[in-house]
Protein backbone atom coordinates (compact mmCIF):
# COMPACT_ATOMS: atom_id res chain seq x y z
CA UNK A 1 0.00 0.00 0.00
CA UNK A 2 1.70 3.43 -0.90
CA UNK A 3 1.60 6.38 1.17
CA UNK A 4 -0.56 9.48 1.09
CA UNK A 5 1.48 12.59 0.60
CA UNK A 6 -0.78 15.44 0.83
CA UNK A 7 0.56 18.62 -1.41
CA UNK A 8 -0.49 21.37 0.68
CA UNK A 9 -0.55 24.34 -1.84
CA UNK A 10 -2.75 26.61 -0.29
CA UNK A 11 -1.77 30.74 0.44
CA UNK A 12 -2.85 31.36 3.74
CA UNK A 13 -1.16 30.02 7.10
CA UNK A 14 -4.16 29.59 8.94
CA UNK A 15 -5.59 27.42 6.72
CA UNK A 16 -2.58 25.26 5.76
CA UNK A 17 -2.09 24.55 9.51
CA UNK A 18 -5.99 24.18 9.86
CA UNK A 19 -5.87 21.33 6.77
CA UNK A 20 -2.63 20.28 7.52
CA UNK A 21 -3.95 19.32 11.61
CA UNK A 22 -7.20 18.02 10.65
CA UNK A 23 -6.01 15.45 8.43
CA UNK A 24 -3.01 14.26 9.50
CA UNK A 25 -4.24 11.26 11.26
CA UNK A 26 -4.33 10.03 7.40
CA UNK A 27 -1.66 12.06 6.04
CA UNK A 28 1.89 10.23 5.70
CA UNK A 29 3.71 12.98 4.55
CA UNK A 30 2.83 16.77 3.77
CA UNK A 31 4.51 18.35 0.27
CA UNK A 32 4.84 22.35 0.78
CA UNK A 33 5.64 24.09 -2.73
CA UNK A 34 6.42 27.62 -3.45
CA UNK A 35 2.65 28.61 -3.31
CA UNK A 36 2.38 27.90 0.58
CA UNK A 37 6.02 29.57 1.02
CA UNK A 38 5.65 32.30 -1.11
CA UNK A 39 2.63 33.45 0.79
CA UNK A 40 4.38 33.16 3.85
CA UNK A 41 8.04 32.18 4.57
CA UNK A 42 10.53 29.10 4.41
CA UNK A 43 9.49 28.94 8.48
CA UNK A 44 6.43 27.70 7.34
CA UNK A 45 8.08 23.95 7.03
CA UNK A 46 9.14 23.86 10.64
CA UNK A 47 5.67 25.58 12.29
CA UNK A 48 4.00 22.86 9.97
CA UNK A 49 6.19 19.81 11.23
CA UNK A 50 5.92 21.07 14.57
CA UNK A 51 2.10 21.18 14.65
CA UNK A 52 2.14 17.67 12.92
CA UNK A 53 4.85 15.83 13.88
CA UNK A 54 4.67 14.97 10.18
CA UNK A 55 7.55 14.38 7.56
CA UNK A 56 7.62 17.61 5.19
CA UNK A 57 8.78 18.02 1.66
CA UNK A 58 9.50 20.96 -0.01
CA UNK A 59 8.79 20.77 -3.94
CA UNK A 60 10.90 23.62 -5.24
CA UNK A 61 11.78 21.79 -8.58
CA UNK A 62 15.42 23.02 -7.96
CA UNK A 63 17.12 23.35 -11.36
CA UNK A 64 19.79 25.84 -11.29
CA UNK A 65 23.96 25.18 -11.89
CA UNK A 66 25.33 23.15 -8.62
CA UNK A 67 26.45 26.41 -6.92
CA UNK A 68 23.30 27.24 -6.94
CA UNK A 69 21.64 24.06 -5.94
CA UNK A 70 24.24 23.70 -3.30
CA UNK A 71 22.54 27.27 -2.01
CA UNK A 72 19.00 26.53 -2.21
CA UNK A 73 19.31 23.50 -0.55
CA UNK A 74 21.27 24.41 2.12
CA UNK A 75 18.87 26.90 3.03
CA UNK A 76 15.88 24.35 2.39
CA UNK A 77 16.79 21.23 4.21
CA UNK A 78 18.06 23.15 7.18
CA UNK A 79 14.05 22.75 8.02
CA UNK A 80 12.07 20.18 5.56
CA UNK A 81 13.16 16.35 5.38
CA UNK A 82 13.49 16.31 1.48
CA UNK A 83 13.49 18.55 -1.18
CA UNK A 84 12.25 18.04 -4.86
CA UNK A 85 14.88 18.99 -8.09
CA UNK A 86 14.58 18.51 -11.61
CA UNK A 87 16.72 15.68 -13.42
CA UNK A 88 17.20 17.45 -16.84
CA UNK A 89 19.73 19.93 -15.52
CA UNK A 90 22.30 17.28 -15.66
CA UNK A 91 23.66 15.17 -12.70
CA UNK A 92 26.37 17.60 -11.94
CA UNK A 93 23.29 19.89 -10.18
CA UNK A 94 21.48 17.26 -8.53
CA UNK A 95 24.72 15.43 -7.15
CA UNK A 96 25.51 19.62 -5.53
CA UNK A 97 22.32 18.75 -3.66
CA UNK A 98 22.94 14.96 -2.86
CA UNK A 99 26.05 16.25 -1.55
CA UNK A 100 23.90 18.78 0.91
CA UNK A 101 21.83 16.34 1.85
CA UNK A 102 24.68 14.14 2.94
CA UNK A 103 26.57 16.69 5.22
CA UNK A 104 23.13 16.82 7.43
CA UNK A 105 22.98 13.36 7.49
CA UNK A 106 26.31 13.52 9.03
CA UNK A 107 25.19 15.35 11.54
CA UNK A 108 21.81 14.10 12.10
CA UNK A 109 21.99 10.28 11.03
CA UNK A 110 18.55 9.01 12.15
CA UNK A 111 16.46 11.84 10.24
CA UNK A 112 18.25 11.38 6.66
CA UNK A 113 17.52 14.27 3.99
CA UNK A 114 15.68 12.49 1.20
CA UNK A 115 16.99 14.41 -2.52
CA UNK A 116 13.91 13.00 -5.20
CA UNK A 117 14.10 14.14 -8.48
CA UNK A 118 11.59 14.95 -11.35
CA UNK A 119 11.52 12.72 -14.21
CA UNK A 120 8.45 13.20 -16.30
CA UNK A 121 5.96 15.76 -15.41
CA UNK A 122 2.40 15.17 -14.79
CA UNK A 123 0.60 17.83 -16.87
CA UNK A 124 -0.02 17.75 -20.64
CA UNK A 125 2.45 19.75 -21.59
CA UNK A 126 5.13 17.20 -20.19
CA UNK A 127 4.79 15.13 -23.03
CA UNK A 128 6.03 17.99 -25.33
CA UNK A 129 9.89 18.30 -24.24
CA UNK A 130 10.16 16.07 -21.02
CA UNK A 131 8.75 13.07 -21.85
CA UNK A 132 11.23 11.79 -24.53
CA UNK A 133 14.10 12.50 -22.42
CA UNK A 134 12.36 11.33 -19.21
CA UNK A 135 14.02 7.39 -19.16
CA UNK A 136 17.17 8.99 -19.87
CA UNK A 137 16.45 11.20 -16.42
CA UNK A 138 15.13 8.15 -14.78
CA UNK A 139 18.21 5.89 -15.50
CA UNK A 140 20.17 9.31 -14.11
CA UNK A 141 18.34 8.53 -10.83
CA UNK A 142 19.00 5.22 -10.62
CA UNK A 143 22.17 5.68 -11.30
CA UNK A 144 23.16 8.38 -8.80
CA UNK A 145 21.37 6.77 -6.68
CA UNK A 146 18.85 9.48 -5.48
CA UNK A 147 16.10 8.60 -2.61
CA UNK A 148 13.32 8.89 -4.96
CA UNK A 149 11.74 10.60 -8.34
CA UNK A 150 8.71 11.76 -9.26
CA UNK A 151 6.91 10.25 -11.94
CA UNK A 152 2.97 11.26 -13.31
CA UNK A 153 -0.49 8.91 -12.14
CA UNK A 154 -1.83 10.72 -14.95
CA UNK A 155 0.17 8.42 -17.36
CA UNK A 156 0.06 4.73 -15.65
CA UNK A 157 2.38 3.10 -18.04
CA UNK A 158 4.87 6.04 -18.26
CA UNK A 159 4.95 5.66 -14.44
CA UNK A 160 5.40 1.81 -14.68
CA UNK A 161 8.10 2.01 -16.84
CA UNK A 162 9.97 5.38 -14.89
CA UNK A 163 9.44 3.27 -11.49
CA UNK A 164 11.60 0.42 -13.57
CA UNK A 165 14.15 2.22 -14.68
CA UNK A 166 15.05 4.14 -11.73
CA UNK A 167 14.62 0.99 -9.88
CA UNK A 168 15.79 1.64 -6.32
CA UNK A 169 14.31 4.92 -6.14
CA UNK A 170 10.88 5.09 -4.45
CA UNK A 171 8.32 7.05 -6.20
CA UNK A 172 6.14 9.84 -5.65
CA UNK A 173 2.95 10.37 -8.15
CA UNK A 174 0.95 13.52 -8.25
CA UNK A 175 -2.13 13.54 -10.96
CA UNK A 176 -4.63 11.44 -8.64
CA UNK A 177 -7.58 13.72 -7.87
CA UNK A 178 -7.81 17.17 -10.09
CA UNK A 179 -5.60 15.83 -12.65
CA UNK A 180 -7.91 13.07 -13.27
CA UNK A 181 -5.35 9.98 -12.52
CA UNK A 182 -6.87 6.67 -12.63
CA UNK A 183 -5.78 5.90 -8.93
CA UNK A 184 -6.96 1.96 -9.24
CA UNK A 185 -4.05 1.86 -12.36
CA UNK A 186 -1.59 3.49 -10.60
CA UNK A 187 -1.71 1.32 -7.64
CA UNK A 188 -1.27 -1.54 -9.94
CA UNK A 189 2.91 -0.09 -10.29
CA UNK A 190 3.37 1.72 -6.61
CA UNK A 191 4.17 -0.32 -3.41
CA UNK A 192 4.51 0.30 0.00
CA UNK A 193 7.88 2.15 -0.27
CA UNK A 194 5.85 4.89 -2.73
CA UNK A 195 3.56 8.03 -2.08
CA UNK A 196 0.89 8.87 -4.11
CA UNK A 197 0.16 12.81 -4.14
CA UNK A 198 -3.45 14.36 -3.49
CA UNK A 199 -3.53 18.29 -3.48
CA UNK A 200 -6.83 19.80 -4.47
CA UNK A 201 -8.78 16.97 -4.16
CA UNK A 202 -8.26 17.05 -0.63
CA UNK A 203 -7.30 20.84 0.21
CA UNK A 204 -10.29 22.16 -1.84
CA UNK A 205 -12.73 19.41 -0.60
CA UNK A 206 -15.87 21.14 1.81
CA UNK A 207 -14.71 18.52 4.24
CA UNK A 208 -10.34 17.98 3.64
CA UNK A 209 -10.54 15.67 6.56
CA UNK A 210 -13.27 13.07 5.00
CA UNK A 211 -11.45 13.53 1.49
CA UNK A 212 -7.63 12.78 2.96
CA UNK A 213 -10.06 9.70 4.92
CA UNK A 214 -11.64 8.82 1.82
CA UNK A 215 -8.27 8.42 0.05
CA UNK A 216 -6.35 6.83 2.60
CA UNK A 217 -9.19 3.97 2.74
CA UNK A 218 -8.86 3.81 -1.00
CA UNK A 219 -5.12 3.49 -0.91
P1 LIG B 1 -3.05 18.37 -7.30
O1 LIG B 1 -3.80 19.53 -6.77
O2 LIG B 1 -3.05 18.29 -8.80
O3 LIG B 1 -1.55 18.66 -6.84
O4 LIG B 1 -3.42 17.06 -6.66
C1 LIG B 1 -0.44 18.01 -7.37
C2 LIG B 1 0.79 18.55 -6.72
O5 LIG B 1 1.94 17.96 -7.28
C3 LIG B 1 2.71 18.95 -7.96
N1 LIG B 1 3.03 18.34 -9.21
C4 LIG B 1 4.23 17.89 -9.53
N2 LIG B 1 5.36 17.94 -8.86
N3 LIG B 1 6.40 16.79 -10.62
C5 LIG B 1 6.46 17.42 -9.42
O6 LIG B 1 7.54 17.48 -8.84
C6 LIG B 1 5.27 16.70 -11.32
O7 LIG B 1 5.22 16.11 -12.38
C7 LIG B 1 4.14 17.30 -10.76
N4 LIG B 1 2.88 17.37 -11.17
C8 LIG B 1 2.22 18.02 -10.20
C9 LIG B 1 1.87 20.18 -8.10
O8 LIG B 1 2.64 21.34 -8.08
C10 LIG B 1 1.00 20.05 -6.88
O9 LIG B 1 1.69 20.48 -5.73
Known amino acids: ?7 LDVLDEFEAIKISEETSEYVDCIKIGYPLVLATDLGIVKR ?10 CDFKVADIPSTNEKI ?13 QGFVGPDSVKAIMDVAKEYNKKDPKNPKKVIMVTEMSHGGATSFMQPIANEIAKMAGDLKVNGIVAPSTRPARLK ?8 AFVISPGVGAQGGDLKEVLKVLDENDYVIVGRAIYLNENPKESAKKY ?3 L
Open 1 to 7: MPKLMLA
Open 161 to 168: ELKEIANN
Open 73 to 85: AKLTLNYADGIIC
Open 48 to 57: IKDKTGKEVI
Open 216 to 218: KEL
